[in-house]
């Protein structure tokens, strides 16, 4: 479960002290909070997890995947878990996974579950993780766990390589192309536009145009980020930090083209954990509480939210789904089709398997058409300031 802090101040009166409560969710650790006579006054995030800059910059010590991936194969084989940790001690040659392994095998042996050692680790694991772990150890099925975990971060690893991979030569040419651009109307054309004023005549209409574009790029520099930063900060002291959260959730999920792979992303981690959850047999109301929380967008989490009171009233998932805004059409049907089965799991699975192929298509095809918008974008700018520059040639012959 996770473990929410906030800097708060008695109701009474006292001194401002940090407190650490534990709760499924922020709005019930505020609950939690209030019922102990303390009054919240600021939000420090996750036990474990870093915030502000830090966390921006903040570069994982021990890769998460990398630890299940070697601790998966071991449990396969039936090997105890301390004996497996002990193993993975000695054939490490990473002195953080080493160090981070020994400190679980030793919680072991002080009688703490596996779990809560998970749990303890903050942010090197999903969010998810150890209340799955907590499954494994209460079903007896933890070697399965663990795999099926492997499994998922593996193709969320694969995933994340693949948008970065496909990222790098997009992102090269929107570079070069800027910086061409900038060196353009910032270095050139001003000299250029020197030689009309060495020889004391009248800038042409050209000129006057590509100095005026020279000027506000210069000035945008420096200007564009000072405003930026003075709207977010005015507009988060009128509305808070969490309105404008809110809002840039929404936004983002309205974008015409990045908005709908956003969501295939989403939806794609949730219905991901769903399968993995229901395939080791973990109750569907604490399937779907945890499944909401790899959500990121609030404006998507909040979609769900209706779910779990459905699913009290006695409704099944199938018809929970339907009608959710966000969810591909169908999903409900095929749903439904794995319930009339009794393989529920295994129909989530492919569901999620068919979202992120087409979210990989997607970014493919948007990374696709984005180099050549980036290389005519550069071809006209030089066309601009060409035929520009041309044209003020032509006036300087004239008048001669």
């Not at 690893?157 to 929107?174: A, G, N, R, T």
């Not at 290389?375 to 520009?388: G, K, P, R, Y």
Request: hydrophobic fraction near 45%.
């Amino acid at each position: 479960m996770p473990r929410y802090r906030y800097l708060a101040s008695p109701v009474r009166g006292g001194e401002h002290r940090e407190m650490i409560i534990e709760a499924d969710t922020s709005q019930e650790a505020l609950s939690k909070l209030r019922s102990c006579g303390m009054t919240p006054i600021r939000y420090l995030g996750e036990e474990g997890e870093e915030t502000g800059w830090k966390a921006l910059f903040r570069r994982k010590k021990v890769d998460g995947y990398e630890f299940t991936s070697q601790l998966a194969p071991l449990l396969a084989a039936n090997i105890p878990l301390e004996r497996a940790l002990a193993i993975m001690v000695e054939s490490s040659t990473d002195a953080d996974m080493k160090e981070l392994t020994n400190s679980l095998r030793q919680g072991l042996h002080e009688g703490k579950k596996f779990s809560d050692l998970i749990r303890s680790c903050g942010s090197i694991f999903p969010g998810f993780y150890a209340n799955l772990i907590e499954t494994g150890e209460e079903t007896g099925c933890l070697p399965e766990v663990v795999e099926e975990l492997r499994r998922f971060m593996a193709e969320s690893k694969e995933l994340k390589d693949f948008i970065i991979s496909s990222s790098i030569y997009p992102m090269v040419v929107l570079f070069i192309t800027l910086l061409v651009v900038i060196l353009m109307f910032t270095i050139f054309i001003p000299r250029f536009a020197a030689i009309f004023a060495d020889m004391g005549r009248e800038q042409p209409a050209s000129m006057e145009f590509l100095m005026s574009m020279s000027t506000i790029m210069t000035h945008a520099c420096w200007l564009v980020p000072c405003l930026l930063t003075v709207l977010y900060q005015g507009l988060r002291l009128r509305y808070g930090a969490a309105q404008l959260k809110e809002w840039k959730s929404i936004l983002l999920c309205r974008l015409p083209v990045f908005g709908p792979i956003l969501i295939a992303i989403e939806i794609g981690r949730f219905i991901r954990t769903m399968s993995i959850m229901i395939s080791n047999h973990v109750d569907i109301i604490k399937t779907v509480r945890i499944s909401e929380k790899v959500i990121v967008n609030q404006t998507i989490r909040r979609s769900f939210d209706p779910l779990e009171p459905k699913l009290r009233s006695g409704e099944k998932l199938s018809a929970a789904l339907a009608g959710n805004p966000f969810l591909p059409a169908g999903l409900a049907a095929k749903v439904r089709v794995g319930e009339e089965s009794g393989a529920v799991g295994p129909m989530l699975t492919r569901c999620a398997e068919y979202i992120e192929e087409g979210t990989r298509r997607k970014i493919k095809r948007l990374l696709s058409l984005f180099e050549p918008v980036v290389i005519v974008f550069l071809a006209l700018m030089v066309l601009v300031v060409v035929v520009s520059i041309f044209m003020a040639i032509m006036e300087i012959n004239q008048i001669e």
